[in-house]
């Protein structure tokens, strides 16, 4: 056993093919990126949906968000990736097919807007309806007030709630190897036909995310706390 | 509406199979999290010595991806401890783990949101230190932190998905099988991620109305 230990904290193998890895840990990063920005504006426009005084945008909103927080990731990502091609192609009347990193990007930017529209409604409905109706009195459209006076205070009190979101959205990338984005742990599973040795590869890959999830969310926690008791 | 018949309806047996494996992997898997996050709650909380220890397995199991989770304790641990020997375990075992790291944290706030005055109370009459955890802290954190632990059953639920990545025969498993049987995804797919949302949303709602029935019975704030 203590062997096998020292086998699987032993870096060489990992440090062996470090190249090729770390670059499929900023696959991670573009998978993030990019479903983090698409999650944020459709989570944004479900939340403003949800709030919405006119009853079908609520209704809408409602079921939209209950659907996409309630479901797994894996099989969003699977469902994008294998079924909606088809869908839009029998729509649009000819073959359509996703690249694996489109439908990644789509299947987690959607569930995590379901995730993120109710912290920005949580948000919204925390602003005091009297800042809305000065802004109206002074005469602000309703996007103005949305723009200045809204987002601004949401998006502060949201932060520590949607630093947790952002968190599992970049542990969720690491699911996007299973539809071959060229992910960290598509890498591993890789350089693993090869060389046959889960131990190190899989221990290391294990630590290598630990250590990056860790240092930089507690880092980002510090910054934005900073920043939040700043502009209070 | 025959693909539909052919391709879920006839196949209903072999998803309520998937659908039971699943049920039951995310049961042994709960219950593994339950004793698992008590244990290093309590550890953090009042073992000086193992606390250290403690904190970084909290740590590790919240920080790292359940995927990479999943595959770590399936391919490693067989080498370095011997176990787990069977897909299943791996199974529940990473998902046991995951969430035994985020419960310990949640079960440690409801613990730290009971007043000092009534651990002091319990002192005062003569209680000793194990008496007053089991009838006074104990029962008044658990009420708290119920919903957040209801929560926490529909984040295995999710998760479980990905043991069908290692073979465990899960409603997922099923899924992806009779698509590689049959080439045409549309119907099962549909028909499985609807599945899990209403599983997973009934299991919220279940949730909701807990933390709502403690609020009014027991005056409680939400968790």
Not at chain 1, 153 to 179: D, H
Not at chain 2, 18 to 41: D, K, S, W
Not at chain 2, 55 to 67: D, G, S, Y
């Amino acid at each position: 056993m203590s062997e096998a230990l020292v086998a699987a904290l032993n870096p060489s193998m990992f440090w062996e093919y470090r190249a090729v890895l770390l670059q499929g840990l900023a696959f991670n990063g573009y998978v993030f990126a990019a479903a983090a920005a698409l999650a944020l504006s459709v989570g944004l426009a479900a939340a403003l949906a949800r709030v919405n005084r006119a009853r079908p945008f609520r209704w809408i909103g409602t079921v939209y968000v209950e659907t996409f927080r309630n479901a797994p990731d894996y099989i969003m990502v699977v469902w994008v990736h294998f079924v909606l091609p088809l869908l839009l192609g029998a729509v649009l009347g000819r073959r359509i097919e996703f690249p694996p990193f489109v439908s990644a990007v789509i299947a987690l930017g959607f569930v995590y807007s379901g995730y993120f529209a109710e912290t920005f409604r949580a948000g919204i409905q925390s602003i005091p309806t009297g800042q809305i109706e000065a802004g109206r009195a002074c005469g602000m459209s309703d996007r103005l007030i949305l723009w200045r006076i809204v987002l601004p205070q949401v998006v502060r009190r949201m932060l520590p709630e949607a630093i947790n979101q952002f968190v599992s959205l970049f542990k969720a990338t690491t699911i996007v190897s299973l539809i071959a984005v060229p992910d960290l742990m598509y890498r591993v599973s890789m350089v693993l036909q090869q060389e046959m040795k889960p131990l190190p590869l899989y221990t290391g890959a294990a630590l290598t995310y630990f250590v990056v999830i860790y240092l930089v969310s507690s880092l980002v926690r510090v910054v934005s706390e900073r920043w939040r008791s700043k502009v209070y | 509406m025959g693909n539909w018949e052919r391709l879920v309806w006839n196949q209903r047996g072999v998803l309520l199979q998937g659908l039971a494996v699943t049920v039951e992997i995310c049961l042994i898997a709960f219950a593994v999290a339950l004793l698992g996050g008590l244990t290093l709650c309590l550890i953090r909380m009042y073992v000086k010595p193992l606390r250290p220890l403690a904190i970084v397995l909290i740590e590790f199991f919240r920080a790292t991806p359940i995927f990479v989770q999943l595959m770590w304790v399936t391919y490693v641990w067989p080498e370095v401890f011997g176990w787990p020997d069977a897909f299943f375990t791996a199974g529940w075992v990473a998902l046991g783990l995951q969430s035994s790291g985020y419960l310990a944290e949640t079960l440690r706030a409801g613990i730290e949101a009971v007043p000092r005055g009534h651990r002091e109370a319990g002192y005062s009459v003569g209680m000793s230190p194990v008496m007053v955890f089991v009838r006074i802290v104990a029962p008044q954190a658990l009420l708290t932190v119920a919903p957040s632990i209801v929560n926490q059953f529909t984040v295995i639920v999710k998760s479980s998905t990905l043991v069908s990545v290692i073979t465990v025969q899960d409603l997922m498993f099923q899924a992806l099988k009779l698509v590689n049987v049959w080439y045409e995804p549309i119907e099962i797919l549909t028909v499985v991620a609807i599945l899990y949302i209403l599983f997973v949303f009934s299991l919220s709602q279940a949730g909701k109305s807990l933390a709502d029935l403690l609020r009014r019975r027991y005056g409680l704030a939400a968790a």
